[in-house]
Nanobody
Framework: QVQLVESGGGLVQAGGSLRLSCAAS????????MAWFRQAPGKEREFVAS????????RYADSVKGRFTISRDNAKNTVFLEMNALKPEDTALYYC????????????????WGQGTQVTVSS
């Protein structure tokens, strides 16, 4: 099992940047594919980005491609989401998730989740 704790959310103006972190505890962090999802009020949880086991392979939702970057530090059991050029529509509760399946975009294939960190982008 792995336990996940997100941090780094906050209030930022449109065009600004934030860096989210997700610290994992438990064994074998490097054996889990990691992802970020987000959920806005009244909307379904949506895929944002995912990373393979090494961090050299990544995948992004079209809505964040070119603006967000996922990375991981296996030595520190941490995954990051660097968010640039933020837009009001990026406002959501951001979750990190872990899976042993792969860099999949389906939330139900991730059995481990953090509690979320709020990102609010003002216009």
């Amino acid at each position: 099992q792995v336990q996940l704790v997100e941090s780094g959310g906050g209030l930022v103006q449109a065009g600004g940047s934030l860096r989210l972190s997700c610290a994992a505890s438990g064994r074998a962090f490097s054996r889990y594919y990691m992802a970020w999802f987000r959920q806005a009020p009244g909307k379904e949880r949506e895929f944002v980005a995912s990373s393979n086991l090494s961090g050299f392979g990544t995948r992004y939702a079209d809505s964040v491609k070119g603006r967000f970057t996922i990375s991981r530090d296996n030595a520190k059991n941490t995954v990051f989401l660097e968010m640039n050029a933020l837009k009001p529509e990026d406002t959501a509760l951001y979750y990190c998730a872990a899976s042993s399946v792969g860099m999949v975009i389906t939330a139900t294939l991730y059995p481990y989740w953090g509690q979320g960190t709020q990102v609010t982008v003002s216009s």
